[in-house]
């Protein structure tokens, strides 16, 4: 039974192959995952100075440095 707010997607061969072709990648490609600490405290600050009196669309977002 479907959850509510998603529609059912039918596996047409095309679907399958991909499915296939992903799972193969991702159980016999090796993998390795880093990760990082960042100190952000500086361009917060600078964000924060940049935006004030500034509103909606005007504003600078953290994704934008």
Known sequence: MP???R???EFTPMR???SR???ES???APHFYVSTD???DA???ANETLNSG????DRVTLTAW
């Open 26 to 28: 991702k159980s016999k």
């Open 54 to 57: 500034r509103t909606g669309d």
């Open 43 to 45: 361009v917060v600050a």
């Open 38 to 40: 960042i100190e952000m």
């Open 21 to 23: 072709r992903m799972v």
């Open 3 to 5: 959850k509510p707010g």
């Open 16 to 18: 399958t192959a991909i």
């Open 7 to 9: 529609t059912p997607v």
